[in-house]
């Protein structure tokens, strides 16, 4: 069985920072989060290869976001800092059975296992 668990999301006010984490079965790799917003499309936020040496960011959170994995216990994370209130959304990790450990996927047609995602607030 596929499973995929986020956790880590809360109410929290502008400028703080959270850690998310996403742990998953053996069965399957997580390696990209996105979000969705009220009334917006769900969008790309990061990625990182299964290696860890090569990850991508969407604009609006360089500088602040940090994805990263732990390959021993099959568990992605990412940092958030200085959030912001636009960054209010439920998180969703994504996951992918068949990868390349080189390669990072930035589009939800390329991951076939989700969670079912952590809601962060931001409040000013």
């Known amino acids: 069985q596929v499973q995929v668990k986020e956790s880590g999301g809360r109410l929290v006010l502008a400028g703080a920072s959270l850690r998310l984490s996403c742990e998953t079965s053996e069965s399957t790799n997580p390696l990209g989060w996105f979000r969705q917003a009220p009334e917006k499309e769900r969008e790309f936020v990061a990625a990182?290869?299964?290696?860890?040496?090569?990850?991508a960011y969407a604009d609006f959170v360089k500088g602040r976001f940090t994805i990263s994995r732990d390959n021993a216990k099959n568990t992605l994370y990412l940092q958030m800092n200085n959030l912001k209130p636009e960054d209010t959304a439920v998180y969703y990790c994504?996951?992918?059975?068949?990868?390349?450990?080189?390669?990072?996927?930035?589009?939800?047609?390329?991951?076939?296992?989700w969670g079912q995602g952590t809601q962060v607030t931001v409040s000013s």
């Open positions: 990182t290869t299964w290696s860890g040496q090569s990850t």
């Open positions: 994504a996951a992918r059975t068949r990868i390349d450990p080189d390669t990072y996927y930035t589009g939800t047609a390329s991951y076939d296992s």
